[in-house]
């Protein structure tokens, strides 16, 4: 798979291709990007009902289906081109990861099952106020009361957060870092939606008062395993970003073949020709390094960490540029409302911040191959 995918994974995508375009034209994004939620519960349950998709990669001792990396990246890039409005990337990328990595035999029986059948709606919560995607920033407290857990504090940034059923926190507990896992209901939680430039990704602000919460693993051990589903995240969303740029590229040419000027298309002129060979060239270099990454986590690769951080960073600058070419291509009208253009450019924006962005995946790049990883 690093070099190439088997016929079955191109049988699978090209058929995941389809059913997306059909189920998510941009007229469908834009009417739920307007909606509160992002998205509808019934229409979400019955994309995943005929595909399965959030069971893709949780084992089938929990419910899924006991895929890798690979397919689940894939599934994700076939998203980012359509900008599916979805709570794919929240349940079983950021929720399920964290599960998976950090819990219990028990834990994963109880959890997983309803994430793999679409009924759970889950989340992980861990930036704060500070604007840390790493864990140093966490200062969400995790103390016992009445025989019980309780978690006091705020996160922000939490994706889906205002419509999770489950939320997968990140908190400082006596023992140390610790996961936990919190009702999307539970009495004392505030969730307020946050206003971004990406209508299409929906994010939250969430307050802990006194909120009652369940170990999710050993306490004061989710250094490692959050550690690991940041990693992992970070593939997943490379691979989204990638699809995304592809589209994008695929519609300026398009455009262009099609845009006259001087009696011929614009695609037929030397500057537009070099712009799209450009494009075409950052948009593979990055699909390489995505699905490089994929590929390394799938083997448990060394370098699967740096790989990670090396095709976030790629994905987030190739995504950008791509967009900002895209617009320029359709000249006046390519940043107009009416113009589907700008909505890729706002997600090509708001993905190159999530997780971090090129420069600071860079420098974690270069400490982990400093150290020897």
């Not at 076939?78 to 950021?94: D, I, K, N, Q």
């Not at 995790?142 to 489950?166: C, E, I, P, S």
């Not at 996961?179 to 802990?208: Q, W």
């Not at 008062?209 to 004061?220: C, E, I, K, Q, Y």
């Given at each position: 798979m690093k070099f190439s995918f088997s016929s079955e994974q191109e049988e699978f995508r090209s058929s995941l291709r389809r059913f997306l375009a059909d189920r998510s034209p941009t007229k469908e994004v834009r009417r739920l990007m307007e909606t509160e939620a992002g998205y509808e519960r019934d229409g979400w349950r019955a994309i995943n009902a005929e595909l399965g998709l959030t069971a893709i990669r949780i084992p089938e001792a929990y419910g899924g289906q006991g895929f890798g990396f690979g397919e689940q990246c894939l599934?994700?890039?076939?998203?980012?081109?359509?900008?599916?409005?979805?709570?794919?990337?929240?349940?079983?990328?950021?929720?399920?990861?964290?599960?998976?990595?950090?819990?219990?035999?028990?834990?994963?029986?109880?959890?997983?099952?309803?994430?793999?059948?679409?009924?759970?709606?889950?989340?992980?919560?861990?930036?704060?106020?500070?604007?840390?995607?790493?864990?140093?920033?966490?200062?969400?407290?995790?103390?016992?009361?009445?025989?019980?857990?309780?978690?006091?504090?705020?996160?922000?940034?939490?994706?889906?957060?205002?419509?999770?059923?489950?939320?997968?926190?990140?908190?400082?507990?006596?023992?140390?870092?610790?996961?936990?896992?919190?009702?999307?209901?539970?009495?004392?939680?505030?969730?307020?939606?946050?206003?971004?430039?990406?209508?299409?990704?929906?994010?939250?602000?969430?307050?802990?008062?006194?909120?009652?919460?369940?170990?999710?693993?050993?306490?004061?051990?989710?250094?490692?395993?959050?550690?690991?589903?940041?990693?992992?995240?970070?593939?997943?969303?490379?691979?989204?970003?990638?699809?995304?740029?592809?589209?994008?590229?695929?519609?300026?040419?398009?455009?262009?073949?099609?845009?006259?000027?001087?009696?011929?298309?614009?695609?037929?002129?030397?500057?537009?020709?070099?712009?799209?060979?450009?494009?075409?060239?950052?948009?593979?270099?990055?699909?390489s390094a995505a699905y490089y990454a994929a590929a390394s986590l799938d083997d448990g690769d060394d370098d699967a960490a740096a790989n990670a951080h090396l095709a976030k960073a790629c994905a987030s600058d190739t995504y950008l540029q791509t967009a900002i070419h895209a617009v320029q291509i359709h000249g006046g009208i390519g940043f107009t409302w009416d113009n589907d253009t700008h909505l890729w450019f706002k997600r090509a924006k708001s993905s190159e911040v999530l997780l971090g962005d090129a420069s600071y995946h860079r420098e974690l790049m270069m400490q982990n191959w400093a150290a020897g990883g």
């Open positions: 599934v994700l890039e076939e998203m980012g081109r359509v900008l599916l409005c979805a709570p794919y990337f929240a349940t079983a990328v950021l929720a399920a990861g964290a599960i998976l990595n950090a819990g219990t035999e028990a834990e994963k029986k109880a959890l997983l099952p309803g994430i793999a059948a679409g009924e759970t709606f889950a989340t992980l919560a861990w930036v704060e106020g500070i604007g840390r995607w790493d864990a140093e920033g966490t200062a969400l407290t995790a103390t016992t009361a009445n025989g019980g857990t309780v978690l006091n504090g705020k996160k922000t940034y939490v994706v889906d957060g205002h419509t999770a059923d489950l939320i997968v926190v990140l908190a400082q507990a006596p023992e140390g870092l610790s996961l936990f896992t919190v009702h999307g209901d539970a009495a004392g939680l505030i969730r307020s939606s946050l206003k971004s430039m990406d209508p299409t990704r929906k994010f939250a602000r969430l307050e802990f008062n006194d909120v009652a919460a369940a170990p999710l693993g050993t306490t004061g051990r989710a250094a490692a395993p959050f550690a690991r589903t940041m990693l992992e995240a970070a593939v997943c969303l490379a691979n989204e970003m990638v699809g995304g740029a592809d589209r994008l590229r695929e519609d300026a040419l398009a455009y262009a073949m099609m845009r006259m000027q001087f009696g011929k298309p614009i695609a037929s002129f030397q500057l537009m020709k070099h712009k799209q060979a450009d494009m075409l060239l950052e948009v593979e270099l990055a699909k």
